[in-house]
């Protein structure tokens, strides 16, 4: 059973930028597709982009490009997130998600990012 | 981008009650939409996809129905851990965009 673990929560300062890893851990990265998805405190979640490791494809939403980028290192079977110019728009939960492409049917735990000043 | 319209936004039922969220997309989808499940401080739980395959493991009270651009989640005979919020997302076409999520609360 596939288990996505991710990195603890941070508390970033505005204009900064943040780094989250997810390791899958009991399974590989072979055939799937990585993806971001955050949650705002008290809001709904929000699709931020994907990587498919083994074709080297990233693809993100209009909201975060240019300004975040996922990465996989397949040797690892981890995946990262990076955002930068944080503002406290940003404050969210991020969960990293597996699928093949119809769902996700694993999560990682979540990442606290907290942005202030 | 596809818009996910999801409705009601929020439902008081009873347990044993049946109860039915919607989920519209802006065009046509096709079967290519997933149901979650979040409980409070959790990850969401992948319930059905491809608009009706439930998935392994979630309760057989749990249905998905629609194809094109009109899709239902039915809960029947509500449980007690059913309390929760429930989300809608396409994966017809990226960015693969999210409802608004239905909180379904006790009455």
């Known amino acids: 059973q596939v288990q996505l673990v991710q990195s603890g929560a941070e508390v970033k300062k505005p204009g900064s930028s943040v780094k989250v890893s997810c390791k899958a851990s009991g399974g590989t990265f072979s055939g799937y597709i990585l993806t971001w998805v955050r949650q705002a405190p008290g809001q709904g979640l929000e699709w931020m982009g994907r990587i498919a490791p083994n074709l080297g494809t990233t693809h993100y939403g209009q909201a975060f490009q240019g300004r975040a980028t996922i990465t996989a290192n397949s040797a690892t079977a981890t995946t990262y997130l990076e955002l930068i110019s944080l503002t406290s728009d940003d404050t969210a939960v991020y969960y990293c998600?597996?699928?093949?492409?119809?769902?996700?049917?694993?999560w990682g735990q979540g990442t606290l990012v907290t942005v202030s000043s | 981008d596809i818009q996910m319209t999801q409705s009601p936004s929020s439902l008081s039922a009873s347990i044993g009650d049946r109860v039915t969220i919607t989920c519209r997309a802006s065009?046509?989808?096709?079967?290519?939409l997933a149901w979650y499940q979040q409980k409070a401080g959790n990850a969401p739980k992948l319930l059905v996809s491809d608009a009706s395959r439930l998935e392994s493991g979630a309760p057989s009270r749990f249905s998905g129905a629609g194809s094109g651009t009109d899709h239902t989640l039915t809960i029947s005979n509500l449980q007690p851990e059913d309390f929760a919020t429930y989300y809608c997302q396409q994966y017809y076409s990226t960015p693969r965009t999210f409802g608004r999520g239905t909180r379904v609360e006790i009455k």
């Open positions: 065009q046509d989808i096709s079967n290519s």
């Open positions: 998600a597996r699928g093949r492409g119809d769902g996700f049917p694993n």
